[in-house]
């Protein structure tokens, strides 16, 4: 059944880690003063920078701190969550323990009387062949089995070598080509085309590529609108703007509001 609500809100790529508390406190805020103003908080992957097993939260004061306030918000508002590139292994454990519902990805859902179809992101980048290929492997299961089999110290180190890797070639990348790269890294019309043909839709809502904005698309015949979420960083000011936002629907619309405060 779809779930359908009054109101809701969406957020996704909010990266929590503890080296950015400026960020993660904002989090805190949001569960506690802003989601429990909707009926609904849809979380679209992401919400972590990594994510090793269930079992490394369990030594984690960071992670014991995050799940507490996704608890009481669950005791508030439904919470639903869907897998990101960066924290796909979110598991059982995890979600029972926060209260949170897994949503496979895509998703529909009805907000006020409209429905939408709901994605990371991530599968939508088919020009990024070379990452497409790399998603099918790490998304099977027999996969995942292996690798939370290995030790904590081992699971760590791969997360943070792939992360590495992935900075390294991101930054080759741009300095190669920008276009080329915003072209590799972005959504394609096709992907967002079929992914809304066959939910039987007309609106898409993502997060993934940083790239906050309201669209409207078509090919060929198909025409539909699409939202894209706003990562959150306000630690890194050098980088430019501080970001974080959430997208708000409810009987007067569909809004992006802004968590800057």
């Given at each position: ?58 030594h984690s004061p960071f992670h014991q701190e995050v799940k507490h306030a996704l608890a009481t918000l669950s005791t508030k508002v439904k919470t639903y969550y869907l897998h990101g590139n960066r924290d796909f292994l979110v598991g ?106 066959d939910q039987d839709s007309n609106r898409l809502i993502h997060g993934h590529t940083h790239l906050p904005k309201y669209h409207q698309e078509h090919l060929q015949d198909q025409e539909w609108q699409r939202w894209v979420l706003s ?31």
């Amino acid at each position: 059944m779809i779930p359908q609500y009054a109101s809701a809100l969406l957020i996704s790529d909010l990266h929590l880690t503890p080296s950015m508390p400026l960020t993660a406190q904002r989090f805190f805020d949001f569960c506690e003063k802003d989601a429990p103003k909707v009926e609904a908080v849809f979380i679209l992957g992401d919400l972590f920078e990594y994510w090793v097993g269930d079992d490394a939260a369990l030594h984690s004061p960071f992670h014991q701190e995050v799940k507490h306030a996704l608890a009481t918000l669950s005791t508030k508002v439904k919470t639903y969550y869907l897998h990101g590139n960066r924290d796909f292994l979110v598991g059982k454990h995890f979600l029972s323990k926060t209260g949170m519902t897994l949503m496979l990805d895509p998703s529909k859902i009805n907000i006020a009387s409209s429905e939408y179809v709901l994605c990371h992101g991530d599968s939508l980048c088919t020009a990024d062949i070379g990452y497409q290929v790399f998603r099918g492997w790490v998304r099977k299961q027999w996969i995942q089995k292996l690798f939370l089999r290995l030790p904590l110290n081992w699971r760590r180190s791969i997360a943070n070598s792939l992360r590495s890797n992935s900075g390294v070639q991101y930054q080759r990348a741009i300095q190669a080509s920008i276009a080329e790269t915003q072209v590799k890294t972005n959504v394609t019309l096709a992907a967002c085309a079929a992914v809304l043909r066959d939910q039987d839709s007309n609106r898409l809502i993502h997060g993934h590529t940083h790239l906050p904005k309201y669209h409207q698309e078509h090919l060929q015949d198909q025409e539909w609108q699409r939202w894209v979420l706003s990562d959150w960083d306000l630690d890194h000011p050098e980088s430019g703007r501080p970001r974080a936002s959430a997208l708000l629907i409810n009987q007067d619309g569909v809004h992006y509001a802004d968590l800057i405060k």
